[in-house]
């Protein structure tokens, strides 16, 4: 077991047939889930910030292929049968099941399909490597790989899945990340700890800078294991979904190369997560990645727009492959030797580190290059 | 005459040697000057802040190859000799030169060859349509073709060069930027319209969202065609201002297409002009254009994250070719009908009008495509 199945209580099933995929979790306990903060929310979204309101889910239904956004009153009602078509397969109260798209815009929710497929699988849900592998590929759209992950605590498990590969942005809910616990945990610290985990997490990887419609991460806890130290599960559940999130990025649409940044000496965490965000996202710095140029000039500019105060001549700035760490500029200076600054990025991970010695926030983000491919898998998505 | 050398009192003239231009522009008269508002400013726009204050100029000296951005003190001096390489060239005061400079961000200039450019082509300067080409050439760099731009006013004339094909983004002063008019403007009034002018016209422009340490917009005003009436003026000036941000738009890195979105119904103008930049600017968006791939959801959705509150069911999106536009969204409903949306994408030219029906402020903003050109562009610059 390597995510969800890994926890008590959970089982999961799911299938993909060409573009439409549906995903089955069966799990009951206490539950958060934080949401997309665009403006234009997508019916599912709306539907589930209230739901959660309670505190407690039964199970998780999720399609991919039709985001249903931008679907307005229909979508709506829809994201309600789409429920409903879970809670029957299950028998359980339909408002105590979590609904999530994913797919394309402003198109109606295919539910003859959803529930055919739903009322195929929802027999077949388990316990097992095969089916928490089958629902994290089930919820894939332009995905290249499913996205696993599972933490041991000390005494307790906590697992999720995830999906996203493009219009994957700074300051949102999440892409679609489905999170269990076997720890007893409260809804209310369930809540705060999974908003800090987001915050710290998904919302500090960068693929295109385009914020989803549908973004939502979904945390349930069955208590199986019993009480679990607060902070402690806090710890687990920031390790889980940074796991989780370093995968997305990897697997930016497109993406050859993963890219670190981590932003010390800033006045605030806050403000190092806006610098550390900024550059993660910059098409410069992205390309420069992919061709594996050196050009760390692209970085400092990227730092000097983020809107955080600091003195660009006091910098420190390094690059590194994820074992040795070089130099580029020093206190302001610029010390960097091209040849070696080059070697660095030719392995699958770059890491830069950019101290501003402005003060004692940090924070690290991730995305990844800008290739020809994520040009080519966007520009022909509808049609 | 098709720019600076069809306003009185200019003359010009520029050479390009492999990556490394030269432009000379001798010009007297009143001056202003807007800039980047990166926090990392390359030390020629330090300069120029501090000499544009006297609001007078006898002429400009652009160098292309090397940014002198991130350079520090020396950055700064070179800065400094570059201004008196200029004015012992034309025998004008060294406070009175302009000093400008593009190219790779973090290396010093090479002062010695900007002598001999400069001692070689400061002889030859004259009012001639053959030199504004020069000189609009010479401070290429990653850009296709020279832009220019001249608008006849009422007894006086406005015109400009400007280079600019990537690290462009909104919220700066600008890229370069040379304007020149025969009006007699007074420098405080001069300044105030090429704020409000670079504000509406170079600010709406997005090809990667990446600012640039070096942007500078300088406008000079020989005076030698006499008064004129101040309002005609600045709708003169933003007139030339923007023909020429388009061009830079046009000629974004790798792009094929130039992409127009008009918003109107916003809270406020600038409310308008921060949706229109966020659409413009969105990879998405971008990808879509390319693939002529009718996505518009994608320009709701990213009309959603731009911080401006408006109701997403009540907005009438239309797609335009430039000669007739196509609903895709009424009051909030889908009516679209993807052939005819596609086909509206065909040309070289394509237009999002969005009215969010939220009040009486309307703005437009200029992008282009993202293509594999870009990314073949960037991923390869400093070495």
Redesign the interface.
């Known amino acids: 077991m390597k995510s969800i199945c890994g926890v008590e209580g959970v089982r999961a099933y799911g299938i993909k047939e060409g573009k439409f995929g549906l995903a089955l979790i069966r799990a009951s306990g206490t539950a958060a889930g934080v949401f997309t903060?665009?403006?234009?929310?997508a019916p599912p979204i709306v539907l589930m910030e209230k739901r959660i309101q309670s505190g407690y889910l039964d199970a998780v239904i999720v399609n991919s292929g039709c985001?249903n956004?931008?679907?307005?009153k229909q979508g709506g009602s829809d994201a309600v049968r789409m429920g409903e078509i879970g809670g029957r397969a299950f028998g359980v109260d339909p408002e105590n099941v979590g609904v999530a798209s994913t797919g394309?815009?402003?198109r109606y929710l295919d539910l003859p399909r959803i529930e055919d497929q739903c009322n195929r699988i929802a027999p077949l849900i388990e316990q097992s490597s095969r089916a928490e592998i089958l629902a994290a590929q089930a919820i894939m759209t332009t995905d290249l790989t499913e996205k696993h992950a599972l933490v041991q605590g000390n005494g307790f498990s906590v697992g999720g899945i995830t999906k996203g590969s493009?219009?994957i942005?700074p300051n949102m809910g999440t892409m679609l990340a489905f999170l269990y616990t076997d720890a007893d945990i409260p809804a209310s610290y369930l809540s705060s700890a999974l908003r800090q985990s987001a915050n710290r997490t998904f919302n500090r990887i960068v693929v295109?800078?385009?914020?989803?419609?549908n973004d939502i991460a979904l945390c349930t806890a069955t208590g199986l294991s019993g009480t679990a130290d607060h902070d402690e599960f806090a710890q687990a559940l920031e390790d889980c979904c940074r796991s989780l999130a370093i995968q997305i990025a990897m697997d930016g649409e497109g993406a050859t190369k993963l890219l670190e940044v981590t932003i010390t000496g800033a006045p605030s965490e806050e403000e190092a997560a806006s610098v550390a965000r900024t550059i993660v996202?910059?098409?410069?710095v992205k390309?420069?990645l992919?061709?594996e140029?050196?050009?760390?000039?692209?970085v400092?500019?990227?730092?000097?727009?983020?809107g955080?105060?600091?003195d660009?001549?006091a910098v420190d700035l390094r690059i590194s492959d994820g074992s040795v760490s070089h130099p580029l500029?020093s206190d302001?200076?610029?010390v960097?030797d091209?040849a070696t600054a080059?070697q660095a990025m030719h392995g699958k991970k770059v890491i830069f580190l950019l101290d501003l010695h402005a003060g004692p926030g940090s924070a690290t983000a991730w995305g990844c290059d800008?290739?020809?491919k994520?040009?080519?898998?966007?520009?022909?998505?509808?049609?």
Chains 1, 2 share one sequence.
């Open positions: 903060s665009n403006l234009v929310r985001a956004a931008y679907t307005g394309v815009i402003g493009g219009m942005a295109d800078g385009d914020m989803s419609t996202a910059s098409p410069l390309t420069a992919y061709g140029d050196p050009n760390w000039g692209r400092i500019a990227a730092a000097g727009r983020a955080v105060r600091f660009p001549d500029v302001g200076k610029i960097v091209l080059k800008l290739t020809e994520y040009v080519e898998i966007n520009g022909r998505y509808t049609t």
